[in-house]
């Protein structure tokens, strides 16, 4: 009880959102609806209050039993023994009650109503049909008559026991009883008004209802499991009584208001079977939610895309996971951009920050993971691979700053290791940019303030049969640092494409050229002394320069009900950075240092599909097979001084290829259960010749990694997923090869393992139930292997731990109007080590919580815009949680209008609130000019301050 509120304001607060949960007991549910069904038909008047009647008898039980043993705590002690007797107790009836309902679907022939089971109520049956309202009470009375009902009661004296006794308790039993009283009473009001409505498609709903009473059962029964057996997971779940408690009751409040509408809707355009259809399919999600899964991302087609236009947003295709999906170009359009890199923070649950000039690779935040420059997520344009591997300045080093964001099409993510196509860097997730094939021409000039310009052109016409589209991009900025960043970039794009119902093809040319100069991260002792501005500098010559040219094909053609799918690419590419961390260190040649990048990359992929008769809506085999080149010449890293070179720490030419094979089969075993089984082979070759010959060397490795999925639906347009899989990510190849450190030449040094393993697993649900709304929800796991990273930095390796982040996410889209769209997202993840360790078991950098609430609009009249709130919670920056990074929230907004058919204006709103948060924080050891030692400190780079842009749109 040491982990409880400290307040009795805080106390009353669990004890109503318990009673709120409470009522979604699987006994409740099931008693109830049979109770007000039976009522219902036999035309009593009280049916409508049968569950508030069951749940008000069912409290005065529990005001009773806080309220004596309230009067015996002072003469009694709790044994130890009780809590560990009733947890096995409860876990064993959950895990019986889940299988029962399990079994209940299963064995139920396709024209039968399913009735859930409850334990309790397989012994009191026939109290079940009783028809007197004392009766109702008196059975929710007997209901409380259990283990479970009376540790709660008593729960509730011993807690309030320190405030002052009986008085207290009653006052905490009488708020859980309120709490009930709002969920089994509404319970009892809808099934009542909506059941005789029910009878043509009450199958449905009785499924829907029983499989929720299983899933609620058995995922309690194993988080009950894991509290009791992992100390770390009990203790992760102590002092969240308020939050689990919180999110049951925005659930019940969503899920009836749901129910309202969905009744509604259908009474209007259906007979009088769908609404308590609809109701009961809402209460039945409502109860699976109020568990511990919250979060997800809103799932599209990765063989159909959802129509965003429609009244009901379908769920289509053949999705294998509910964080997978695909955001439109309409969602783009008029969403705020402050850097390109924030096309992808439409990834439910991606943060994208930077923590230096704005012309290098962004930083990442996804599923508890600060992915650097995107190690653990990988991303696509049009087939070509963004992830660089054995990169100078990181290991998968993402930089989109070559793309145009008016010419994406859409994005189609995918989160997790359960996909058979998807192999290196894609451990936490993986996007894909579709750009479009035609655009109406059009030139974009936008100004604003730190001198920012950009000018954009872009159109296309007929050309061979196909569409030519070309874009072109001037960007320059200063920024708000004390030293201009004088970004400049420009960026060009050439596209052909063809496309039919059995074949088509795309070919791009792009190129893109960037330099700026870097305001770095700034140590917080010399801001707060006053002597370095918030956006101030320390060394004024750092910064860089990039290209990237490629040229790629990509296409499709259909052989019978075959397919095959194919793509090639070539990408010159290059990177030189000059970087200052820790500025002193060395008095007399300060700590820049640069880190030059320049290779080519080559690659192709072909994949078949071919559909074949098997299970009852048939299957897909899939099969493809994909090669990557990349040849460095050079990589290395060098200290400088104002850019200027004056010792070599390495320099490597390395080659390396990974080539691939994977497969997969898709089966409809029935209507609603589906599966897809995979596999993934992949064998990585590389040769290092670095400038210290006992650096050199060469070598393979190779990893097979298993996938599955399992989907169970759609059941009113709700589907529920179970996935899980093995993934990877490569490390940098010179740590493969290395054995003394480059330094002094003489210190030995750990080699990496070339693929590291990642093994991941997720539950989840996706609903399109409500009208224009979709939902998602997942509970996700990923487990690293013990590995060693090459740190680019430092051109050395260092070792890291085995670890694990769990967490869940919550994701909304809606369109309640045409012109209207509003989405939302909420992740919640843990990220410890799993070894032990003094040091602690905290993973530096790991974000604990993010969200984001967006809305964008376009009206007939011509208005449009968007706004957007981002906030990026806290995170530990040592293994102890002793430094703690603050958490952020920064709303972005943006408003224009339509003025004829040719022109657009818009204004730009970004930082609205001037918020004075950081961008990234860092904690670690430097040294400032002036100072006699080394001083360990938090780094920050700070969130921009408020800033004014404004667009003069014309299309022609």
């Given at each position: 009880?040491?982990?409880?509120?400290?307040?009795?304001?805080?106390?009353?607060?669990?004890?109503?959102?318990?009673?709120?949960?409470?009522?979604?007991?699987?006994?409740?549910?099931?008693?109830?609806?049979?109770?007000?069904?039976?009522?219902?038909?036999?035309?009593?008047?009280?049916?409508r209050w049968c569950g508030a009647l069951f749940s008000l008898g069912h409290g005065a039980v529990v005001i009773a039993i806080a309220?004596?043993?309230?009067?015996?705590?002072?003469?009694?002690?709790t044994p130890g023994w009780l809590e560990t007797t009733g947890v096995v107790i409860s876990i064993f009836f959950l895990t019986l009650?889940?299988?029962?309902?399990?079994?209940?679907?299963?064995?139920?022939?396709?024209?039968?109503?399913?009735?859930?089971?409850?334990?309790?109520?397989?012994?009191?049956?026939?109290?079940?049909?009783?028809?007197?309202?004392?009766?109702?009470?008196?059975?929710?009375?007997?209901?409380?008559?259990?283990?479970?009902?009376?540790?709660?009661?008593?729960?509730?004296?011993?807690?309030?026991?320190?405030?002052?006794?009986?008085?207290?308790?009653?006052?905490?039993?009488?708020?859980?009883?309120?709490?009930?009283?709002?969920?089994?009473?509404?319970?009892?009001?809808?099934?009542?008004?909506?059941?005789?409505?029910?009878?043509?498609?009450?199958?449905?709903?009785?499924?829907?209802?029983?499989?929720?009473?299983?899933?609620?059962?058995?995922?309690?029964?194993?988080?009950?499991?894991?509290?009791?057996?992992?100390?770390?997971?009990?203790?992760?779940?102590?002092?969240?009584?308020?939050?689990?408690?919180?999110?049951?009751?925005?659930?019940?409040?969503?899920?009836?208001?749901?129910?309202?509408?969905?009744?509604?809707?259908?009474?209007?355009?259906?007979?009088?079977?769908?609404?308590?259809?609809?109701?009961?399919?809402?209460?039945?999600?409502?109860?699976?939610?109020?568990?511990?899964?919250?979060?997800?991302?809103?799932?599209?087609?990765?063989?159909?895309?959802?129509?965003?236009?429609?009244?009901?947003?379908?769920?289509?295709?053949?999705?294998?996971?509910?964080?997978?999906?695909?955001?439109?170009?309409?969602?783009?359009?008029?969403?705020?951009?402050?850097?390109?890199?924030?096309?992808?923070?439409?990834?439910?649950?991606?943060?994208?920050?930077?923590?230096?000039?704005?012309?290098?690779?962004?930083?990442?935040?996804?599923?508890?993971?600060?992915?650097?420059?995107?190690?653990?997520?990988?991303?696509?344009?049009?087939?070509?691979?963004?992830?660089?591997?054995?990169?100078?300045?990181?290991?998968?080093?993402?930089?989109?700053?070559?793309?145009?964001?008016?010419?994406?099409?859409?994005?189609?993510?995918?989160?997790?290791?359960?996909?058979?196509?998807?192999?290196?860097?894609?451990?936490?997730?993986?996007?894909?940019?579709?750009?479009?094939?035609?655009?109406?021409?059009?030139?974009?000039?936008?100004?604003?303030?730190?001198?920012?310009?950009?000018?954009?052109?872009?159109?296309?016409?007929?050309?061979?049969?196909?569409?030519?589209?070309?874009?072109?991009?001037?960007?320059?900025?200063?920024?708000?640092?004390?030293?201009?960043?004088?970004?400049?970039?420009?960026?060009?794009?050439?596209?052909?494409?063809?496309?039919?119902?059995?074949?088509?093809?795309?070919?791009?040319?792009?190129?893109?050229?960037?330099?700026?100069?870097?305001?770095?991260?700034?140590?917080?002792?010399?801001?707060?002394?006053?002597?370095?501005?918030?956006?101030?500098?320390?060394?004024?010559?750092?910064?860089?320069?990039?290209?990237?040219?490629?040229?790629?094909?990509?296409?499709?053609?259909?052989?019978?009900?075959?397919?095959?799918?194919?793509?090639?690419?070539?990408?010159?590419?290059?990177?030189?950075?000059?970087?200052?961390?820790?500025?002193?260190?060395?008095?007399?040649?300060?700590?820049?240092?640069?880190?030059?990048?320049?290779?080519?990359?080559?690659?192709?992929?072909?994949?078949?599909?071919?559909?074949?008769?098997?299970?009852?809506?048939?299957?897909?085999?899939?099969?493809?097979?994909?090669?990557?080149?990349?040849d460095i010449s050079p990589v290395g890293l060098y200290l400088t001084t104002a850019r200027a070179r004056h010792a070599t720490i390495?320099?490597?030419?390395?080659?390396?290829?990974?080539?691939?094979?994977?497969?997969?089969?898709?089966?409809?075993?029935?209507?609603?259960?589906?599966?897809?089984?995979?596999?993934?082979?992949?064998?990585?070759?590389?040769?290092?010749?670095?400038?210290?010959?006992?650096?050199?060397?060469?070598?393979?490795?190779?990893?097979?990694?298993?996938?599955?999925?399992?989907?169970?639906?759609?059941?009113?347009?709700?589907?529920?997923?179970?996935?899980?899989?093995?993934?990877?990510?490569?490390?940098?190849?010179?740590?493969?090869?290395?054995?003394?450190?480059?330094?002094?030449?003489?210190?030995?040094?750990?080699?990496?393992?070339?693929?590291?393993?990642?093994?991941?697993?997720?539950?989840?649900?996706?609903?399109?139930?409500?009208?224009?709304?979709?939902?998602?929800?997942?509970?996700?796991?990923?487990?690293?292997?013990?590995?060693?990273?090459?740190?680019?930095?430092?051109?050395?390796?260092?070792?890291?731990?085995?670890?694990?982040?769990?967490?869940?996410?919550?994701?909304?889209?809606?369109?309640?109007?045409?012109?209207?769209?509003?989405?939302?997202?909420?992740?919640?993840?843990?990220?410890?080590?799993?070894?032990?360790?003094?040091?602690?078991?905290?993973?530096?950098?790991?974000?604990?919580?993010?969200?984001?609430?967006?809305?964008?609009?376009?009206?007939?009249?011509?208005?449009?815009?968007?706004?957007?709130?981002?906030?990026?919670?806290?995170?530990?920056?040592?293994?102890?949680?002793?430094?703690?990074?603050?958490?952020?929230?920064?709303?972005?907004?943006?408003?224009?209008?339509?003025?004829?058919?040719?022109?657009?204006?818009?204004?730009?709103?970004?930082?609205?609130?001037?918020?004075?948060?950081?961008?990234?924080?860092?904690?670690?050891?430097?040294?400032?000019?002036?100072?006699?030692?080394?001083?360990?400190?938090?780094?920050?780079?700070?969130?921009?301050?408020?800033?004014?842009?404004?667009?003069?749109?014309?299309?022609?």
């Amino acid at each position: 009880m040491e982990h409880l509120p400290a307040s009795f304001g805080g106390l009353a607060a669990v004890a109503f959102l318990l009673g709120l949960k409470h009522g979604f007991d699987a006994d409740h549910l099931a008693t109830i609806d049979g109770l007000t069904r039976v009522n219902t038909r036999a035309g009593s008047v009280f049916a409508r209050w049968c569950g508030a009647l069951f749940s008000l008898g069912h409290g005065a039980v529990v005001i009773a039993i806080a309220l004596l043993v309230s009067s015996a705590v002072a003469r009694w002690q709790t044994p130890g023994w009780l809590e560990t007797t009733g947890v096995v107790i409860s876990i064993f009836f959950l895990t019986l009650l889940g299988v029962l309902n399990l079994y209940a679907v299963w064995r139920a022939a396709p024209d039968e109503v399913v009735t859930p089971i409850g334990i309790k109520g397989r012994f009191l049956g026939a109290l079940g049909r009783a028809r007197n309202p004392f009766v109702v009470a008196l059975v929710g009375a007997l209901f409380a008559l259990s283990f479970d009902t009376i540790s709660q009661a008593a729960f509730f004296a011993l807690a309030a026991g320190q405030y002052g006794g009986p008085v207290y308790a009653a006052s905490l039993g009488a708020l859980f009883v309120l709490g009930m009283l709002v969920t089994d009473g509404a319970n009892g009001l809808w099934i009542s008004r909506l059941i005789l409505r029910a009878d043509e498609t009450a199958r449905i709903a009785s499924r829907v209802m029983s499989l929720a009473v299983a899933c609620v059962s058995l995922l309690v029964a194993g988080f009950s499991t894991a509290k009791l057996l992992l100390p770390r997971v009990d203790g992760w779940a102590e002092g969240k009584e308020l939050l689990f408690g919180a999110t049951v009751v925005v659930v019940v409040l969503v899920g009836f208001v749901w129910g309202r509408s969905i009744a509604a809707a259908r009474a209007a355009r259906t007979p009088r079977g769908g609404s308590a259809v609809a109701a009961v399919a809402a209460v039945a999600l409502t109860a699976l939610i109020g568990v511990d899964a919250r979060a997800g991302g809103i799932t599209g087609a990765d063989l159909e895309e959802v129509t965003v236009r429609a009244n009901r947003l379908p769920l289509t295709g053949l999705p294998r996971a509910a964080s997978e999906g695909t955001v439109l170009g309409e969602q783009l359009e008029y969403r705020p951009l402050l850097r390109v890199g924030e096309l992808l923070e439409t990834v439910p649950g991606l943060v994208v920050t930077q923590h230096t000039g704005d012309g290098k690779a962004n930083q990442y935040f996804l599923r508890g993971f600060n992915l650097d420059h995107g190690t653990d997520f990988a991303t696509r344009v049009e087939g070509m691979p963004v992830n660089m591997p054995t990169h100078g300045h990181g290991q998968g080093y993402m930089d989109v700053n070559f793309v145009i964001p008016e010419l994406v099409e859409r994005i189609v993510y995918r989160k997790g290791t359960y996909y058979a196509d998807l192999g290196n860097f894609s451990a936490v997730g993986a996007a894909e940019l579709q750009y479009v094939d035609a655009v109406r021409p059009f030139i974009a000039v936008s100004g604003g303030e730190d001198n920012y310009v950009r000018a954009l052109a872009a159109g296309s016409m007929p050309l061979a049969g196909g569409s030519l589209l070309a874009g072109f991009e001037y960007d320059h900025t200063d920024g708000p640092w004390v030293l201009p960043e004088d970004l400049t970039k420009v960026n060009g794009v050439l596209r052909w494409s063809r496309r039919g119902e059995t074949s088509g093809i795309a070919v791009d040319l792009m190129a893109y050229d960037g330099e700026w100069t870097s305001t770095d991260q700034i140590p917080r002792r010399a801001v707060e002394s006053g002597a370095l501005d918030r956006y101030g500098y320390i060394d004024p010559t750092a910064g860089g320069e990039s290209h990237r040219y490629s040229l790629s094909a990509a296409g499709y053609r259909a052989y019978g009900p075959g397919r095959l799918d194919f793509n090639a690419y070539a990408i010159d590419y290059r990177l030189q950075l000059y970087s200052n961390f820790t500025y002193a260190l060395d008095p007399d040649h300060g700590d820049q240092f640069e880190q030059f990048d320049d290779r080519r990359v080559y690659g192709a992929a072909l994949a078949w599909s071919q559909p074949f008769a098997f299970g009852a809506g048939g299957s897909v085999w899939r099969i493809g097979a994909d090669i990557r080149a990349d040849d460095i010449s050079p990589v290395g890293l060098y200290l400088t001084t104002a850019r200027a070179r004056h010792a070599t720490i390495r320099e490597d030419r390395v080659e390396q290829t990974l080539a691939s094979a994977w497969t997969a089969v898709a089966t409809q075993w029935t209507p609603w259960l589906r599966s897809e089984l995979g596999l993934r082979a992949d064998r990585l070759g590389y040769d290092v010749a670095s400038d210290r010959a006992v650096n050199s060397g060469s070598g393979h490795d190779t990893l097979a990694s298993p996938k599955g999925s399992l989907a169970l639906g759609p059941w009113r347009d709700t589907e529920f997923f179970v996935a899980a899989g093995r993934g990877f990510h490569s490390n940098d190849v010179r740590g493969a090869t290395i054995r003394v450190d480059p330094v002094d030449g003489v210190t030995p040094v750990d080699r990496v393992t070339p693929l590291a393993r990642a093994d991941g697993s997720e539950i989840g649900l996706r609903t399109a139930l409500v009208p224009r709304t979709q939902l998602s929800v997942a509970l996700w796991k990923l487990d690293l292997d013990s590995e060693l990273l090459f740190i680019g930095d430092g051109g050395t390796t260092e070792a890291t731990r085995p670890s694990r982040r769990e967490g869940v996410e919550l994701s909304v889209y809606s369109r309640p109007r045409d012109w209207l769209i509003v989405d939302a997202d909420y992740a919640a993840s843990k990220a410890r080590f799993r070894d032990l360790d003094p040091a602690g078991d905290r993973i530096p950098g790991a974000v604990e919580r993010v969200a984001s609430l967006g809305i964008t609009l376009q009206t007939p009249a011509g208005w449009f815009g968007g706004a957007r709130l981002r906030y990026l919670g806290p995170a530990a920056l040592l293994e102890d949680d002793s430094v703690r990074a603050p958490s952020s929230t920064l709303v972005n907004l943006e408003a224009g209008r339509r003025l004829g058919d040719h022109w657009r204006v818009s204004l730009q709103l970004f930082n609205a609130f001037d918020r004075k948060v950081n961008d990234i924080t860092y904690y670690y050891e430097s040294q400032l000019p002036g100072e006699a030692a080394p001083v360990e400190d938090l780094h920050f780079h700070p969130a921009e301050p408020r800033t004014l842009r404004g667009t003069v749109h014309y299309s022609f």
